[in-house]
């Protein structure tokens, strides 16, 4: 479910790479590299456990239910809002040693290279995708509050002089594929270019799993699809992400296609599912 997006990088002499991508929900905070210059030179070795893409085989968080009456899923445009999804993004499919010299300099700039890729993609300005929409799943503050302090700092925004905090967001796609993935087959022909789309970058708060705001991620992204014409809906999955998996089969999505080991193997990262889900034709080809 990953959008792989690279952004163009300083020379590399002056950085040092990050641990390889492993996680079927990450975009350009998969190809960031961590500036040098924010430690000293008795760190850089470690600087290379200092974080890890998640593989979500930890053992599930008890659960905390919320109230959800109040929960808000739409799309995102103002920047405040996008920054607090890059920083739940970063938050979620990372592990980070809390440890580490210089940890919130390295998730900062994680949070930057995926706020200002995630700006890109959303006006348009990126090559390849017709159109991009950040899709966020958000609470009021005092809600999140007794849930968690550091997800509250974390991904906190204002909006109409209320503050609210991002719970989960995902990114929706049309395009006819999405870089180092597998090809959608639907619809064939000429209508592949606008018909056709991918949800990527899926995830929940770690706190709040398990409340069903995935469902209601995917729920509204149906429904703007829909809105844009789209026939044939498509999303990556690790082969051994279960939860992710039993969600998008509930979802309605099936199975279409899977990755070559050889793919998985060269691109070092488990094994992708590519899943499909026709949705209402509402225009005439």
Same mark, same amino acid.
């Given at each position: 479910m990953a959008v792989l997006i690279s952004s163009p990088s300083p020379p590399p002499q002056a950085y040092l790479k990050?641990?390889?991508?492993?996680?079927?929900?990450?975009?350009?905070?998969? !190809?960031?590299?961590?500036?040098?210059?924010?430690?000293?030179?008795?760190?850089?070795? !470690?600087?290379?456990?200092? !974080?890890?893409?998640?593989?979500?085989?930890?053992?599930?968080?008890?659960?905390?239910?919320?109230?959800?009456? !109040?929960l808000i899923v739409s799309e995102a445009s103002a920047e405040a809002e996008l920054w607090a999804a890059a920083?739940?993004?970063?938050?979620?499919?990372?592990?980070?040693?809390?440890?580490?010299?210089?940890?919130?300099?390295?998730?900062r700039y994680l949070a930057e290279r995926e706020f200002d890729a995630l700006k890109e993609?959303?006006? #348009?300005?990126? %090559?390849?995708?017709r159109r991009v929409s950040c899709i966020n799943a958000t609470l009021p503050l005092s809600t999140v509050l007794c849930v968690s302090q550091d997800l509250c700092n974390s991904c906190k925004f204002s909006h109409k002089g209320e503050d609210r905090i991002v719970v989960g967001t995902l990114d929706l796609n049309q395009c006819i594929s999405l870089p180092d993935e597998i090809t959608g087959m639907k619809p064939e022909g000429i #209508?592949?270019?606008?018909?056709? *789309?991918?949800?990527?970058?899926?995830? *929940? *708060? %770690?706190?709040?799993?398990?409340? #069903?705001l995935g469902y209601e991620l995917i729920a509204k992204s149906k429904m703007i699809a829909e809105d844009w014409g789209i026939s044939d809906l498509y999303v990556h999955v690790a082969v051994d992400n279960e939860p992710a998996k039993n969600?998008?089969?509930?979802?309605?999505?099936?199975?279409?296609?899977?990755?070559?080991?050889?793919q998985a193997r060269f691109l070092d990262r488990p094994r992708r599912l590519l899943l499909?889900?026709?949705?209402?034709?509402?225009?005439?080809?």
């Open positions: 990050i641990s390889k991508h492993n996680h079927p929900a990450a975009s350009a905070i998969a !190809s960031a590299k961590f500036p040098i210059s924010l430690c000293g030179p008795a760190t850089l070795r !470690s600087l290379t456990l200092c !974080s890890q893409l998640s593989n979500h085989q930890t053992e599930a968080p008890p659960i905390t239910r919320v109230d959800k009456s !109040s920083c739940l993004r970063v938050r979620t499919f990372y592990d980070f040693n809390e440890h580490t010299f210089g940890i919130e300099d390295h998730k993609r959303v006006a #348009g300005q990126r %090559k390849g995708f #209508g592949a270019d606008f018909a056709r *789309a991918y949800i990527s970058n899926v995830c *929940a *708060a %770690k706190e709040l799993q398990r409340n #069903g969600l998008y089969m509930k979802s309605g999505f099936i199975f279409e296609s899977d990755e070559p080991a050889w499909w889900a026709g949705l209402p034709i509402t225009y005439e080809l």
